[in-house]
């Protein structure tokens, strides 16, 4: 048995490529790993993490968090 949990840090994951990314890495990721959704808008990122988690395809958890990687 694995007792490594993963985390996965998606950048700019509330919307398009980054978020379709979260979606696939959530549906095969396992129950004990974590993908973490990040983006510059709070309410963007707030609602995808909760809809990603939300999804009967989710398997490990999702959690949002605000973040700009801009210089």
Partial sequence: MNTTSRIALVTGANQGLGRA????????LGETDLVLLTGRDA??????AREI????????RVEGRVLDVTD
């Fill in 21 to 28: 990314l979260v979606e696939g890495l959530a549906a095969r």
């Fill in 53 to 60: 988690a939300d999804s009967p395809a989710t398997r490990s």
């Fill in 43 to 48: 309410g963007r990122v707030s609602a995808a």
